[in-house]
């Protein structure tokens, strides 16, 4: 399994200081920065993902949970109302983001903020964050990409202007993070609270005919 690239400036020093002490005959000492070491190696593997096929679907954005499902009423950049699928990614999770569809990145936004629990309801709105707009053949979604207590730094992949896949990877998150996906009405979700899901193979909804509405 590939590593990003990202990851090196964790588990190289660990790797480093584990030989070091283990020359040294410290054997505790060895012992955690190999773990660690492994701990950073688990964390930034970078698994292989094929998408499914469908021109229809909206894929998952992220490994975790799904924590939260709640309509809004509006949003300025979907031109009316829709739907919101928070996932909060653990420490065990894969930490990158993919985008949901094949789309054109029309806008990169990034805010700093504070570090709130990325599963907290005020870190939505007051964390530090990474927001892109995707748009379609099919339409826009809004996704919005979050920093938790533990992770201090978004990386983005993409600019405005770019082409990408369903399922390209678009971003990385460090440590313990949340993302919110931004689903206008005309996509119907696939997904349930609590469901666990993986990021560029899990259904998230599916666009709707125009015709039927």
């Known amino acids: 399994m590939r590593i990003a690239r990202e990851g090196s400036i964790f588990y190289l020093p660990s ?3 584990f030989f070091l002490t ?3 005959g410290w054997w505790l000492a060895s012992l955690f920065f190999l773990l660690l070491s492994a701990a950073f190696l688990f964390f930034f593997r970078d698994p292989d993902r094929q998408p499914p096929p469908g021109e ?4 998952s ?3 975790g949970q799904v924590i939260k499902i709640e309509e809004f009423p509006s949003h300025p950049d979907l031109a009316g109302s829709g739907t919101v699928v928070s996932i909060f990614l653990s420490l065990l ?3 990158f983001t993919r985008s949901p569809f094949s789309a054109e990145v029309k806008r990169v936004d990034y805010r700093p903020g504070k570090f709130f629990p990325a599963y907290r309801k005020e870190a939505s709105s007051q964390n530090e964050s990474s927001s892109l707009l995707l748009h379609g053949e099919r339409g826009p979604v809004f996704l919005k990409q979050m920093v938790g207590i533990a992770a201090r730094r978004i990386k ?3 600019k405005p202007g770019d082409r990408v896949a369903a399922g390209q990877k678009i971003g990385l998150m460090y440590f313990g993070s949340r993302v919110d ?3 206008p009405d005309r996509v119907d979700l696939k997904v349930g609270l609590n469901q666990k899901v993986k990021g560029g193979l899990t259904i998230i909804g599916e666009w709707r005919d125009e015709s039927q509405n």
């Open 56 to 59: 229809n679907l909206v894929l």
């Open 15 to 17: 790797l480093v200081v």
């Open 181 to 183: 996906l931004y689903l």
């Open 156 to 158: 983005c992949y993409v």
């Open 61 to 63: 954005p992220a490994d």
């Open 22 to 24: 283990l020359v040294l």
């Open 93 to 95: 999770d894969v930490h």
